[in-house]
């Protein structure tokens, strides 16, 4: 287990000015990858032979302290920490329990984690110690087999293990599923009724475009505009006025009482509210998903030990954050809309 002191707090208790994109978006969401690497290898995500990153590369966990603190002093409430899956990165507790003095003070809302739960049952109950409330859950079958084939080297029964650790340990549960035509779609009923069966959400996602895999993505595409209209039949799917800070639209399910999301960047753009930007393990900055531009934020942190620099880069770079993404799922096989794989982004 690794402890560590933050090397800088110059950010800390400072009076930085919030970070406001062109569109005057104020951004108050992070995302942070702590890793490229994953110990499953899903279908629509990662291809089976992946290249990861040099050690060097990749920021410390002071660095990412550093950088996360940073955000914080310009308004950032929600840190999402993401992979490749988090979890696999040894030490990567001592994060947790670091940023936590941030929830401590007030100034960040919530810190959470999406994760693929191999790892969750092991960690549960210090997630819980280090303040994570709730964190998002990738489970896109509940076939052993089916979940196999679509993570390539995933064990069903583990993972449902770390779900039950989790809701153990007091942390609420949203469960994300991509739908997958023809692979998992016939599903989605069932995955509704076991989540909503035990508390947790559930949001669907329109699979994105995003890095060369094997699979032919627009034969993985299923518009979610579709799913709701079949769900519909099934279920009486009512609107409700609730957020998370993230880009999904959620209804309320009468039948079952649980709530179910919808992320749809191809069918319905989810824009126009963003107030997030995500920043890769390397401490590259990514204003859109869906865009190629970035900023290098590794440079100004291992460049000096004040933030001078650092604060600069990163208010430089939200103006020019753009309005939206260009994801399109070509049928004729083009190339996706960006080239770097999702586990490199973060989730």
Known sequence: ????????????????????DPFGRLIS?????????????????????????????????????RLCSAFVARGVRRLRITGGEPLVRRGVMGLFRSLSRHLDSGALEELTLTTNGSQLAGHAADLAAAGVR????????????????????????QVLRGADAAQDAG????INMVALAGVNDDEIPRMLE????????LTLIEVMPLGKIEAERAHQFLPLNVVERRLS?????????HRTGGPARYVRVAETGGRLGFITPHTHNFCEGCNRVRVTCTGTLYMCLGQEDAADLRAPLRASPSDELLNETIAAAIARKPKGHDFVINRRGAKPAVTRHMSVTGG
Not at 10 to 20: D, H, K, N
Not at 194 to 201: E, T
């Open 29 to 65: 969401y992070v995302r942070v990858s702590v890793t490229d690497r994953c110990d499953m290898r899903c279908v629509y995500c990662m291809s089976e032979d992946m290249n990861f990153l040099p050690k060097r590369d990749i920021l410390t966990f002071e660095e990412l302290d």
């Open 171 to 174: 942390i609420a549960l949203k």
């Open 1 to 20: 287990m690794s402890i560590f002191t933050p090397i800088a707090k110059a950010s800390e208790g400072s009076s930085q000015s919030p970070l406001v």
């Open 134 to 157: 709730r964190l998002n859950l990738s489970l896109d079958t509940l076939d052993p087999a089916k979940f196999k084939s679509i993570t390539r080297w995933g064990d069903l029964a």
């Open 194 to 201: 076991w989540a909503h069966r035990r508390g947790a959400d």
């Open 233 to 241: 039949e099934l279920y009486t799917l009512q609107p409700i006025d």
